[in-house]
């Protein structure tokens, strides 16, 4: 923390990061459920719970009281995160260093629910990403505050961007493109993506994202993307994909793909028309 400092420090610049973990996999998904009231909604009050019944669930999970209330719950986590940010935005203000730092906002990979985290799809690699400028460093953004941008952008992309707001030299071997600041690059067309071995399971794919398109190719097409994992199938959502795995009549065919025990060697999404 910033606030940690010596004093001899203070006067100088500043990198922190803070990892939010209201949000992450073992509060929306793996705590049995009565934990997740005492250690996380309890922190709401009544008003910004979320109402399984009115979850939106996405066409590839099935409809069911325990995906709603997994759906749900995920919300109730992304809640107190929010609140967790603005304490952190609040706290710069406090000391005076609102007016001088650049604030990124990103997660690290897609919602820890099934078919997004570690999912090379847009439900697994496209993640949220807001930069905050303060009006003096107005002039390093790509736009006006409030706006967005479709350019597309990679993690490896983070430190020559970083090394672009601060006027340093980006080396030649970072294969990263600067996004923002003065060294800002033309947009990349292509990111790409792997999935190997997750936790103790193997697995190995590879992805290509355009702005349309999402082309992934499998490897191992005898594994399926819902393979058992200790620690994923300690939530109870998981115990509701592997039973609705033993109906699969019930299903539609899209989750029917996620829940199969095989994968096509090939697969290409238009992103734009049905992501």
Known sequence: HWRKRKDEEKKLPFFAVFNLMVSHQSRSMVYPYERFQKEVQVQLPPSQRHDPAKAPIPPYYADTPAIRRAVARFHDCVTVMDKQAGDLLRQLKDDGLAEDTLVFFFSDHGSGLPRHKRACLDSGLHVPLLVRFPKKYAHLAPGKPGSTTDRLVSFVDFPPTLLSLLGLPVPDYMQGKPFLGPKTTNPRRYVHAARDRVDEAYDFARATRDKQW??????R????????????????????????????????????????????????YDCQADP
């Open 214 to 219: 999402l082309y992934v190719r499998t490897l």
């Open 221 to 268: 097409p005898d594994l399926g993307f819902n393979q058992p994992t200790y620690y994923s199938d300690l939530g109870e959502v998981r115990h509701e994909f592997h039973r609705l795995a033993q109906k699969p009549d019930v299903l539609t065919p899209a989750q029917r793909a996620y829940i199969a025990p095989t994968r096509p060697i090939e697969a290409l």
